[in-house]
């Protein structure tokens, strides 16, 4: 090879290594949580395996449609007695023992949003009975409340909204009326239109604030006001559970916008999978008006045990 073919062939492999070194600084990395690095970049071979973060918001051009979605948008207020639930309580106050009882659900209908995350709208049915039994007379039938609802939730971020519709009726137990002939029972109901906000300042607490009025009643007057907390696990917690505190007061313009005072503390459980509800169970104080609506201008002072299963 003669001395010009050779310098020809050096400058060629010059260029070839200067065009290449300007295209791979020209290629942008993949960003964090791109799956091609989350596997490990073979060219690359000081880049991190790292894992995609699970996502906080979604873009609208990719949400979806889902009929009977999992998880929930705006959960039920723990220290809230009436709303539908799975419980049973042990309580006491002047008047005897009773076990207060819950039997409740609730369903998603259909959600607009990304799959797996809390974000979007959601419609919720919720329906369910809270019974008061007493334990003095063979747990006789003290009182049954039938409620169900009708929601619409909003999500984003750590602000979520509800509004929608409840219905409330409160009866009087069969046994109670046998044992009481005299008492003259009312017909306690309510038809409410619900409007509530709550935000998490954090993963694990949430602020809450709602305002209700009925456009149809009878004994009820229309407006009523909740304000509360929950504090407790944010994510699963396998068998050990966590801790969990709770506080609801609930305003209602009968008892001229006196009402009740209710709060718990104890342990908590969450499943893994994102429609699992919240276990619970631990002490609790309720003060001021009965949750029986029968009775509601009735003042109890109920300390006692209770377990929990929330939606």
């Given at each position: 090879m003669?001395?010009p073919?050779?310098?020809?062939r050096c400058?060629?492999?010059?260029?070839?290594?200067q065009?290449?070194?300007?295209?791979?600084?020209a290629q942008p990395?993949p960003?964090p949580?791109?799956?091609f690095?989350a596997?490990?970049?073979?060219?690359?071979?000081s880049?991190?395996?790292?894992?995609?973060?699970t996502?906080?918001?979604?873009h609208?051009?990719?949400?979806?449609w889902?009929?009977r979605?999992?998880?929930?948008?705006?959960?039920?207020?723990?220290?809230n007695?009436?709303e539908?639930?799975?419980?049973?309580?042990?309580?006491?106050?002047e008047?005897?023992?009773f076990?207060d009882?819950?039997?409740?659900?609730?369903?998603?209908?259909?959600?607009?949003?990304?799959?797996?995350?809390?974000?979007?709208?959601?419609?919720?049915?919720l329906?369910g009975?809270?019974?008061?039994?007493?334990?003095?007379?063979?747990?006789?039938?003290?009182a049954?409340?039938?409620?169900?609802?009708?929601l619409?939730?909003?999500?984003?971020?750590?602000?979520?909204w509800?509004?929608g519709f409840?219905?409330?009726?409160?009866?009087?137990?069969?046994?109670?009326?046998?044992?009481?002939?005299g008492?003259?029972?009312?017909?306690?109901f309510?038809?409410t239109l619900?409007?509530?906000?709550?935000?998490?300042?954090f993963?694990?607490?949430?602020?809450?604030?709602?305002v209700?009025?009925a456009?149809h009643?009878?004994?009820?007057?229309p407006?009523?006001?909740?304000?509360?907390?929950?504090?407790?696990p944010?994510?699963?917690?396998?068998?050990?559970?966590?801790p969990?505190?709770?506080?609801n007061?609930h305003?209602r313009?009968?008892?001229?916008?006196?009402?009740?005072?209710?709060?718990?503390?104890?342990?908590?459980?969450r499943?893994?999978?994102?429609?699992?509800?919240?276990?619970?169970?631990g002490?609790?104080?309720?003060?001021?008006?009965?949750?029986?609506?029968?009775f509601?201008?009735?003042?109890?002072t109920?300390?006692?045990?209770?377990?929990w299963?929330?939606?």
């Amino acid at each position: 090879m003669d001395a010009p073919q050779l310098l020809i062939r050096c400058l060629a492999l010059t260029a070839l290594l200067q065009f290449g070194s300007e295209f791979a600084v020209a290629q942008p990395l993949p960003p964090p949580g791109d799956p091609f690095l989350a596997q490990g970049d073979p060219f690359l071979p000081s880049s991190p395996v790292q894992v995609p973060p699970t996502p906080t918001f979604v873009h609208p051009s990719n949400w979806v449609w889902q009929v009977r979605p999992n998880g929930t948008l705006y959960h039920t207020y723990w220290a809230n007695p009436h709303e539908p639930r799975l419980a049973t309580h042990t309580l006491g106050d002047e008047d005897g023992t009773f076990q207060d009882s819950s039997i409740g659900g609730r369903v998603g209908i259909v959600k607009f949003g990304p799959k797996g995350i809390d974000q979007g709208f959601q419609l919720d049915v919720l329906g369910g009975a809270k019974l008061r039994q007493d334990w003095t007379n063979e747990m006789s039938v003290y009182a049954a409340d039938f409620r169900y609802d009708i929601l619409g939730t909003w999500a984003d971020g750590p602000n979520r909204w509800k509004f929608g519709f409840y219905h409330v009726s409160a009866h009087v137990g069969d046994e109670f009326l046998a044992f009481n002939p005299g008492f003259q029972r009312i017909d306690y109901f309510r038809d409410t239109l619900v409007l509530g906000y709550s935000h998490n300042p954090f993963p694990e607490l949430r602020l809450y604030g709602e305002v209700g009025w009925a456009f149809h009643t009878n004994v009820s007057e229309p407006w009523e006001i909740q304000l509360g907390f929950d504090y407790g696990p944010a994510g699963p917690t396998g068998p050990w559970g966590a801790p969990f505190a709770a506080a609801n007061v609930h305003l209602r313009e009968e008892l001229n916008f006196g009402g009740t005072l209710g709060m718990q503390l104890g342990w908590a459980w969450r499943g893994e999978q994102m429609g699992d509800g919240v276990l619970r169970t631990g002490l609790f104080v309720n003060e001021g008006a009965t949750p029986h609506l029968s009775f509601y201008r009735q003042s109890e002072t109920q300390v006692g045990w209770g377990l929990w299963y929330d939606y």
